[in-house]
């Protein structure tokens, strides 16, 4: 099955790393955030990837072409330049960039990739900035179980500020940014079938307030409901985050050995 991943965009909240980089090549761990995002959809068999590029795209590109080139061990000849390489240890991935404008919307970058994708069946789409533990297999069996145009993958968002309960004066717990107990956003993580390109008109197109609004006023976009760990990555303090979980070993995305 095919995944889109969205990477144009700007990231103008995290310009302290996009000033020259684009979004998804921001590293946690020492990998970009694509990486992480690209492991976990990896790890559930899911392997062909479509990465719809725009701002800075070609950092991108050098990370794919490099990933390959520099991984394992090497030997050159310099008097004549043979390169040769080995001990290389790369996913087994079918990675496709394809240039989708640099001021396309969401949408737009979908409508873009319409001749590679339609007549495929089901297809997956997912952000470049947000990573969660859902568990992928589990949401595609939902949206084929209800025979809808598109699956959204529901989370609560992490609350800015450490939560406190008490008991009279005394604080009995201390959660640092606890998941908020009310209300439901877009996670990322979204199924469709092809009829999703008729809610799409062409690059002005925005995939949250255009086809999703309309899809669900059709009755045609489901909520698979995720409880469990989902973090954007929009500031600075957000990429902080994911570095401590990854750095302490309790990054509740690794779902991968």
Sequence with gaps: MKVVILAGGLGTRLAEETVV???????????????????HYGHHGFKEFYVALGYRGESIKRFFLDYFNLSGSMTIDLSCGKVETRDQECE???VHLVDTGAGTQT?????????????????????GDGVCNVDLRRLLDFHKSHGRVATVTAVRPPARFGGLVFDGDMVTEFTEKPQIGEGWINGGFLVFEPALFDYLEGDSTVL??????????????????????????????DKRLLETLWHENRAPWKVWR
Excluded: N
């Excluded at 949250?208 to 600075?236: G, I, N, V």
């Design 21 to 39: 980089k684009p979004k998804p090549m921001v590293e946690v761990g020492a990998h970009p955030i694509l990486w992480h995002i690209m492991k």
């Design 107 to 127: 949408g737009g970058r979908i409508k873009r990739l319409e001749p590679d994708l339609r007549g495929g069946g089901t297809f997956m789409v997912t952000y």
């Design 208 to 237: 949250e307030s255009d086809a999703l609004e309309r899809l669900a006023a059709d009755r045609q976009l489901a909520a698979y409901r995720h409880e469990d760990f989902w973090q954007c990555m929009d500031t600075l303090r």
């Design 92 to 94: 087994d991935w079918l």
